[in-house]
């Protein structure tokens, strides 16, 4: 039984890691609307893609956290030796880390969502003098939702072109994959549990 729960933290800490960079590539092409460095040059991108939570988030905190689940599998260097308490403890610390950069990696995704991308729009519409302006076209729209209206997505944002479906595109992308890696800890603290328990019933 304990060889089976550390094969499986050694296969969620893989896990875990590989999803970090997922979300850390994630995050970065966000930063690059249609692969263009002038609108990050110029400092016109999301305050949500500029909060990186999908780099130090769901990228750096839970990549740190794999690494220590994956060094408790494989019992390598100084968890050798560890004992069941020490396992459950760095298992409590890892789980701890990644549940939080999961978290914030999630809120931020789902509130990016919810207001929409940061681009040009027209908003002679809106009762303003000019006509265009940068911002958040979609935050203050409340009879229609963009999310399920596609026929806004190309009419509203100007600039960059198809700024929608690239903000849809890896804002979910960092949602699916923060709710994946909040699953992998939750999977890793039960099994973490079962290994304390089963290593305390043999001795």
């Keep these: 039984m304990m060889a089976c729960s550390r094969t499986c933290s050694c296969i969620l800490g893989l896990s875990l890691g590989t999803t970090a960079?997922?979300?850390?590539?994630?995050?970065?092409?966000?930063?690059?609307?249609?692969?263009?460095?002038?609108?990050?040059?110029?400092?016109l991108i999301g305050k949500h893609a500029k909060l990186g939570t999908g780099l130090w988030g769901g990228g750096l905190m839970v990549l740190t956290a794999a690494t220590l689940i994956s060094l408790t599998g494989w019992r390598y260097g100084c968890f050798r030796k560890s004992g069941p308490c020490r396992r459950m403890l760095t298992a409590l610390l890892s789980s701890g880390l990644a549940l939080l950069g999961a978290l914030i990696c999630f809120i931020t995704s789902g509130a990016a969502l919810k207001d929409g991308p940061f681009c040009v729009f027209d908003v002679s519409s809106f009762n303003q003098t000019q006509p265009w302006k940068y911002g958040y076209p979609f935050k203050d729209l409340h009879t229609r939702n963009y999310l399920y209206d596609h026929s806004l997505w190309n009419s509203v944002c100007l600039e960059p072109s198809k700024a929608v479906v690239w903000h849809v595109s890896f804002f979910s992308t960092l949602l699916c994959i923060s709710v994946l890696q909040i699953l992998l800890v939750v999977i890793h603290f039960v099994n973490s549990f079962l290994g304390l328990f089963c290593s305390l019933c043999e001795e």
């Design 21 to 43: 960079l997922f979300a850390a590539g994630a995050n970065v092409v966000l930063l690059f609307p249609n692969w263009d460095v002038t609108y990050l040059l110029r400092g």
